[in-house]
T-cell receptor
């Protein structure tokens, strides 16, 4: 298995633009997590899905952030409109089940909003 | 909310030295995990602990689940250059609605002096 695949690896965008981050989880994993990592705040859980259904989005910082999982092999995290303070590394992780501790992380998307 | 205190924040060591880091929580956890993050990559699971007092090794790495269930430590013996990176503890609190969410420490950055 190729692991969790995220795209793009790097994204530079202007303030106000829409940004879409993509994630393909490991086949057979039923749970998917979106995290944001910054120096100041460390790893923050934004939202997680189980069997394609959003379970908890309380970590999503604002209404500008939205996430979808239309099927078991694809998820998106969208920021519209983007702001400079959204600059961070965004990670997607998947796990066999919600209670599993064996998270597999993607390589992340480094987002820079200028 | 739940927080983990991870220390030290960073370590500068000589190659060949042993390394020790720990995490403490204000509440009881039923799972402790240790992850390592290499530059430009997502965290990778090193060791998972599920029982109080459990001591588990993975090569030169050894981790223990504290008896009080409120702490865990990670030891690395005879460090080598590839041990450089950021080590994260993570845990799952016992009980409550947030059973499925991992709580993350702020990380310990390991640097090996040439």
């Amino acid at each position: 298995d190729a692991g969790v695949i995220q795209s793009p690896r790097h994204e530079v965008t202007e303030m106000g633009q829409e940004v879409t981050l993509r994630c393909k989880p490991i086949s057979g994993h039923n749970s998917l997590f979106w995290y944001r990592q910054t120096m100041m705040r460390g790893l923050e859980l934004l939202i997680y899905f189980n069997n394609n259904v959003p379970i908890d989005d309380s970590g999503m910082p604002e209404d500008r952030f939205s996430a979808k999982m239309p099927n078991a092999s694809f998820s998106t995290l969208k920021i519209q409109p983007s702001e400079p303070r959204d600059s961070a590394v965004y990670f997607c992780a998947s796990a066999p089940s919600l209670g599993s501790s064996d998270y597999t992380f993607g390589s992340g998307t480094r987002l820079t909003v200028v | 909310g739940q927080q983990l205190n991870q220390s030290p924040q960073s370590m500068f060591i000589q190659e060949g030295e042993d390394v020790s880091m720990n995490c403490t929580s204000s509440s009881i956890f039923n799972t402790w995990l240790w992850y390592k993050q290499d530059p430009g990559e997502g965290p990778v699971l090193l060791i998972a602990l599920y029982k109080a007092g459990e001591l588990t090794s993975n090569g030169r790495l050894t981790a223990q689940f504290g008896i009080t269930r409120k702490d865990s430590f990670l030891n690395i013996s005879a460090s080598i250059p590839s041990d450089v990176g950021i080590y994260f503890c993570a845990g799952r609190p016992s009980g409550g609605d947030s059973n499925y969410q991992l709580i993350w420490g702020a990380g310990t950055k390991l640097i090996i002096k040439p």
